[in-house]
């Protein structure tokens, strides 16, 4: 018997979710990406500018995400996460100079908030007791409607952890999206929120063991081969178009379709999607770190939000930064080094650098943007959606791509077997 065949459309983190695990499941997957290469939103490439194989962007994740870790093992790359043993957040406040460290403890019942040296400056263990309405709000509700957005704990971990979990500002961000971050790893102890990086890049920890893994399995990854139309009959999708060729090909197996919201709804009539993006602005700085630096520092009261430090560079990155967009790059650059070099004792000249700016890194994680979110299920008995704007219940991040992914899957692989 000849094998079952199955389509994935985007070639991003969500369709590479999707393709393995159909892969996994004995389909002949073709993976068919518009760009030159596979990874979307969460790539690696060479700068020339800087001469160094670089992200598009920092990416953090963190330890208790169940899907990165399943995704990961998937494909054979568990050991490329690097990350401290134990949770612990090193915060710098740009304007004065000065620096905290949190430290929670391992478990759920959150005693380090006991601890003076432990917990935020200036803060109370009642403070954070208010955090509790970020459990379980009510329904669309904003952050702000949900707990009290403001006093130092807010001010100095839960705002800078909210922006950078949901990209967008984090006081008129969905209640709900927020929640289902915290449920998983503030809520569950120190050892679901161990920070992790890609290492030594996103492609070889993401990207590279997925394309290996659907090779393996008999599979086809079709870089430059953009989806520009999709023809439907008797509730199924008929035909799919693409850019290398002349003649339709024929859906004789499950779609996935894994793609930007805006390219989606272009292809598939009627379908509901969000349409407010939000941006984010990363800067690398060509110089290695001198020894001991931190890895990882949040930073409040300047431009720059995170500093990371990597064997050959130090790149810092900005969340809902639409407010950046226009800004000369160079002066971006500028005003960037200036921050770090200040926090962390550096020469005040500007290495060799490099900007990026993500125009719709994510969508505006809103509760009215969250309500335009798709399921993965369309009307057409063929066809899935995937991707981190599909209603995953997740802010748009790597583990709500992967989730979407491997969703999209078992749909597919389910109703395979009807
Ligand atoms: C700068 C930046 C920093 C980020 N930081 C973090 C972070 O720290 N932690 C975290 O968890 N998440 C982070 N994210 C979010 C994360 O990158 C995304 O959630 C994830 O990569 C989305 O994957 P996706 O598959 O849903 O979408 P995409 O990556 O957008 O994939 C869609 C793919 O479809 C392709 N495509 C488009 N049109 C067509 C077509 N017609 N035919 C075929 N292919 C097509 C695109 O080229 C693309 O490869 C960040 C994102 C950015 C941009």
Same mark, same amino acid.
């Given at each position: 018997?000849?094998?079952?065949?199955?389509?994935?459309?985007?070639a991003?983190?969500?369709?590479?979710?999707?393709?393995?695990?159909?892969?996994?499941? %004995?389909?002949?997957v073709?993976?068919?990406?518009?760009? *030159?290469?596979?990874?979307?939103?969460?790539?690696?490439?060479?700068d020339?500018?800087?001469?160094?194989?670089?992200?598009?962007?920092?990416h953090?994740?963190?330890?208790?995400?169940?899907?990165?870790?399943?995704? &990961?093992?998937?494909i054979?790359?568990?050991?490329?996460?690097?990350?401290?043993?134990?949770?612990?957040?090193?915060?710098?406040?740009?304007?004065?100079?000065?620096?905290?460290?949190?430290?929670?403890?391992?478990?759920?019942?959150?005693?380090?908030?006991?601890?003076?040296?432990?917990?935020?400056p200036?803060?109370?263990?009642?403070?954070?007791? %208010? &955090?509790?309405?970020?459990?379980?709000?009510?329904?669309?509700?904003?952050?702000?409607?949900?707990?009290?957005?403001?006093?130092?704990?807010w001010?100095? &971990?839960?705002?800078?952890?909210?922006?950078?979990?949901?990209?967008?500002?984090?006081?008129?961000?969905?209640?709900?999206?927020?929640?289902?971050?915290?449920?998983?790893?503030?809520?569950?102890?120190?050892? *679901?929120?161990?920070?992790?990086?890609?290492?030594?890049?996103?492609?070889?920890?993401?990207?590279?063991?997925? *394309?290996?893994?659907?090779?393996?399995?008999?599979?086809?990854?079709?870089?430059?081969r953009?989806?520009?139309?999709?023809?439907?009959?008797?509730g199924?999708?008929?035909?799919? @178009?693409?850019?290398?060729?002349?003649?339709p090909?024929?859906?004789?197996?499950?779609?996935?379709?894994?793609?930007?919201?805006?390219?989606?709804q272009?292809?598939?009539?009627?379908?509901?999607?969000?349409?407010?993006?939000?941006?984010?602005?990363?800067?690398?700085?060509?110089?290695?770190?001198?020894?001991?630096?931190?890895?990882?520092?949040?930073?409040?009261?300047?431009?720059?939000?995170?500093?990371?430090?990597?064997?050959?560079?130090?790149?810092?990155?900005?969340? %809902?930064?639409?407010?950046?967009?226009?800004?000369?790059?160079?002066?971006?650059?500028?005003?960037?080094?200036?921050?770090?070099?200040?926090?962390?004792?550096?020469? @005040?000249?500007?290495?060799?650098?490099?900007?990026?700016k993500?125009?719709?890194?994510?969508?505006?994680?809103?509760?009215?943007?969250?309500?335009?979110?798709?399921?993965?299920?369309?009307?057409?008995?063929?066809? &899935?959606?995937?991707?981190?704007?599909?209603?995953?219940?997740?802010?748009?991040?790597?583990?709500?791509?992967l989730?979407?992914?491997?969703?999209?899957?078992?749909? *597919?692989?389910?109703?395979?077997?009807?």
């Open positions: 018997m000849s094998p079952r065949r199955a389509y994935v459309i985007g991003g983190l969500s369709g590479l979710a999707a393709a393995v695990r159909l892969a996994e499941a %004995g389909f002949e073709e993976v068919s990406e518009a760009a *030159a290469q596979a990874g979307g939103r969460c790539r690696s490439y060479a020339a500018q800087l001469g160094l194989t670089i992200d598009n962007g920092n953090l994740v963190l330890s208790g995400n169940q899907a990165v870790q399943r995704y &990961l093992a998937l054979g790359a568990s050991d490329r996460l690097v990350g401290p043993d134990h949770a612990r957040f090193v915060f710098a406040d740009v304007r004065t100079g000065e620096r905290w460290t949190i430290r929670p403890n391992e478990g759920p019942l959150p005693w380090w908030v006991l601890s003076p040296s432990r917990r935020v200036g803060s109370s263990a009642g403070d954070y007791l %208010g &955090l509790a309405g970020l459990l379980y709000p009510g329904e669309g509700l904003r952050v702000n409607q949900a707990i009290a957005a403001k006093g130092v704990v001010e100095r &971990l839960m705002a800078p952890f909210l922006l950078a979990a949901l990209n967008t500002d984090p006081e008129t961000g969905s209640a709900a999206l927020a929640a289902a971050v915290v449920r998983e790893t503030l809520a569950k102890g120190g050892r *679901a929120y161990r920070p992790r990086i890609a290492h030594p890049t996103l492609a070889a920890a993401f990207v590279d063991p997925a *394309a290996a893994f659907i090779a393996s399995h008999g599979g086809r990854l079709r870089l430059g953009r989806l520009r139309r999709l023809t439907f009959e008797q199924k999708v008929a035909t799919l @178009a693409f850019s290398d060729q002349d003649e090909a024929v859906a004789d197996g499950p779609v996935v379709l894994a793609l930007p919201p805006w390219v989606a272009e292809l598939v009539p009627d379908l509901s999607a969000p349409d407010e993006f939000r941006a984010i602005v990363n800067g690398h700085f060509k110089l290695a770190p001198p020894p001991g630096l931190e890895p990882m520092v949040g930073l409040i009261g300047g431009t720059v939000e995170w500093i990371f430090a990597f064997p050959d560079r130090i790149s810092v990155t900005v969340s %809902g930064a639409d407010r950046l967009l226009d800004d000369d790059r160079q002066a971006l650059a500028e005003r960037m080094w200036a921050e770090v070099a200040k926090i962390h004792g550096l020469p @005040a000249e500007l290495p060799p650098w490099q900007v990026l993500e125009r719709r890194a994510t969508f505006a994680a809103t509760p009215e943007q969250a309500r335009k979110r798709p399921p993965a299920r369309t009307a057409w008995r063929n066809l &899935l959606l995937a991707g981190d704007w599909t209603d995953t219940g997740l802010p748009a991040t790597i583990e709500g791509a989730r979407s992914g491997f969703k999209a899957a078992e749909l *597919a692989l389910a109703q395979d077997s009807v």
